[in-house]
């Protein structure tokens, strides 16, 4: 059996617009400590400990993320972590991946995001490590299905039988595709390299040239003219759009780890204690006939009276109020 070496891609070049104004682009979510004492992005690394050594863990980030990822991750080589120009989704961030990876071999690599949580990190590792095994073994591309624990509809599904992706459904169809088996798409990713870059070929050759350049660099990562003018070229396009709903070779892997990927303030209700009326109070907030808020100050007091369902943010430049069922449109308000 093939003894090829583990390597770790950490996704990490997004903005966090659904956690603003705690989040912001130039601090953007994944260096949030809200959720444990650790920044998302510092658990994202340590819960691969044991499976991969630190000078075999890289970042892809955005260009202005790169001086705060290398503080938050001293211990990963500087050139381990590279900022992309320009945003072009995840297509292009694990395109790039895989060339920096694989600067001078054949890994198997395996593609995580920043900024999700995992509660039991030991049951994370020994899912990882059976998906690494099969993509030693074999020529496919292996995914990490997780088991649903309700009918979202804010997450993508896996049909572990047909090894489909579908995209996030309505409540209804959400309860059938739960008492079908589907899985929650948690958008990890584990092959050899050879396996990324033939899946590019076939289905995203404009990612697999992206590849090529980036490996052709060797263990010097490419300029930032060179990388510039080749995301321009490149489409806007997540890797689930652009390879895995297209590929055949894809296996998936089931786990029940506690993932999260904490999308939005109403993770608050879940990871914080709730008073009597059920408001979650963080910081300096005064509750009066109130029920079910969440309540986040992070300069002035919050003083709430004879409201129900909203949530309350304040930072030092901003302030956020909106309707629990709103969560869901926050970007909207960086549309204006």
């Known amino acids: 059996m093939s003894t090829s070496t583990f390597k770790a891609v950490i996704l990490a070049g997004g903005s966090g617009e659904r956690f603003w104004p705690l989040s912001t682009p130039e601090r953007p979510k994944q260096f949030l400590r809200v959720f444990g004492g650790a920044s998302l992005i510092r658990q994202a690394v340590s819960r691969l400990d044991g499976l991969v050594s630190p000078k075999d863990v890289f970042v892809v980030t955005a260009k202005n993320l790169v001086a705060a990822t290398r503080k938050e991750l001293p211990e990963i080589p500087k050139c381990n972590i590279l900022g992309e120009p320009m945003r072009r989704d995840t297509g292009a961030a694990v395109a790039l991946g895989v060339g920096l990876a ?20 030991k049951a994370f590792r020994k899912v990882v490590s059976k998906a690494v095994a099969i993509a030693r073994r074999k020529q496919v591309i292996v995914t990490l299905g997780i088991k649903p624990t309700y009918p979202a509809t804010c997450f993508g599904y896996i049909s572990p039988k047909t090894r489909t992706f579908v995209e996030k459904p309505d409540a209804k169809t959400a309860k059938k595709y739960v ?22 070929a076939a289905h995203a050759p404009e990612l697999e040239r992206l590849t090529s350049s980036t490996r052709a660099a060797g263990s010097k990562a490419p300029s930032t003219k060179h990388l510039f003018a080749l995301y321009s070229k490149l489409p806007k396009i997540s890797f689930d759009y652009a390879v895995m709903e297209k590929s055949k070779n894809v296996e998936v892997v089931p786990g029940d780890f506690g993932w999260d990927d904490v999308g939005s303030f109403a993770a608050f209700d879940k990871y914080f204690p709730h008073d009597s009326r059920g408001n ?31 949530v309350v943010v304040t930072t030092p430049d901003s302030v956020l109020v909106a309707d629990k069922s ?11």
């Open 102 to 121: 694989a600067s001078d071999a054949d890994p198997v690599i395996g593609f995580f995001s920043s900024d999700q949580m995992v509660s039991n990190p």
């Open 280 to 310: 979650v109070r963080e910081g300096p907030c005064t509750v009066v006939e109130a029920d079910g808020n969440i309540c986040v100050a992070r300069s002035a007091r919050i003083s709430l009276l004879g409201v129900k369902n909203l």
């Open 179 to 200: 008492k079908a088996g589907y899985l929650w798409n948690a958008g990890m990713f584990i092959a050899r390299a050879s396996t990324f870059r033939g899946a590019f």
């Open 326 to 336: 709103r969560l869901t449109d926050m970007k909207k308000l960086f549309k204006k």
